[in-house]
């Protein structure tokens, strides 16, 4: 599985982003997409997910701000940022979950950074 993330780069407090990540490769049963980030210093965290029922899970502290939404066609996540907060400030990696078998594989993309500037 390859996924390939785009969209990151700077933006002024307040600004919006749309991150956007496309899966290729043995993208058979798609369980979840989502992103995490990692600023630096800190652990890597969930940001949004969603199922292949289109049941969501946003982080507390970008709820509101952020929206995820999927096109299970064509095997793609989006996040849309707004009124972006320094604090957003990270690397953000695309990631999905496959089932196979009895078991869940994880993947992640290479990761595209965002630069909140206050």
């Known amino acids: 599985v390859q996924l390939q993330a785009s969209g990151g780069g700077l933006v002024q407090s307040g600004g919006s982003l749309t991150l956007s990540c496309v899966a290729s490769g043995s993208i058979f049963s798609i369980v979840n997409m989502g992103w995490y980030r990692q600023a630096p210093g800190r652990e890597r965290e969930l940001v949004a997910i969603?199922?292949?029922?289109?049941?969501?899970h946003i982080a507390d502290s970008v709820k509101g701000r952020f929206t995820i939404s999927r096109d299970n066609a064509k095997n793609a996540v989006t996040l849309e940022m707004k009124s972006l907060k320094a604090e957003d400030t990270a690397v953000y990696f695309c990631?999905?979950?496959?089932?196979?078998?009895?078991?869940?594989?994880?993947?992640w993309g290479q990761g595209t950074l965002v630069t909140v500037s206050s």
């Open positions: 969603m199922d292949n029922r289109g049941d969501s």
């Open positions: 990631h999905l979950e496959r089932s196979v078998g009895l078991r869940t594989t994880a993947h």
